[in-house]
């Protein structure tokens, strides 16, 4: 049974950062994951990807800002956000693109003045 177990979000003001951790269980955390997010009415969208090699991929509304990364001892990817906007505002949620379990509890990430 995989779990993934996000942590990390909060609420912060524009241009602050906050990192994100998900933890994974159940031996499949040599595969690709990546990072989602849900804003309120819209869908949920991949917004970072890492391999197990650690090639990378970002939605283009994050490029520069967002960096995600993983530690396989630890079993854990990462997501540093930087220069946060409001519009980043979502729940975000980590998953495998190539083989999606079930959804985590998320993570509240709420970027306002």
């Known amino acids: 049974q995989v779990q993934l177990v996000e942590s990390g979000g909060g609420l912060v003001q524009p241009g602050g950062s906050l990192r994100l951790s998900c933890v994974v269980s159940?031996?499949?955390?040599?595969?690709?994951m990546g990072w989602y997010r849900q804003a309120p009415g819209k869908e949920r969208e991949l917004v970072a990807s890492?391999?197990?090699?650690?090639?990378?991929t970002y939605v283009d509304s994050v490029k520069g800002r967002f960096t995600i990364s993983r530690d396989s001892a630890k079993n854990t990817v990462y997501l540093q956000m930087n220069s946060l906007k409001p519009e980043d505002t979502a729940v975000y949620y980590c998953?495998?693109?190539?083989?999606?379990?079930?959804w985590g509890q998320g993570t509240q990430v709420t970027v306002s003045s």
């Open positions: 998953n495998l693109p190539g083989r999606p379990q079930r």
């Open positions: 159940g031996s499949i955390f040599n595969l690709r």
């Open positions: 890492i391999t197990s090699g650690g090639t990378t």
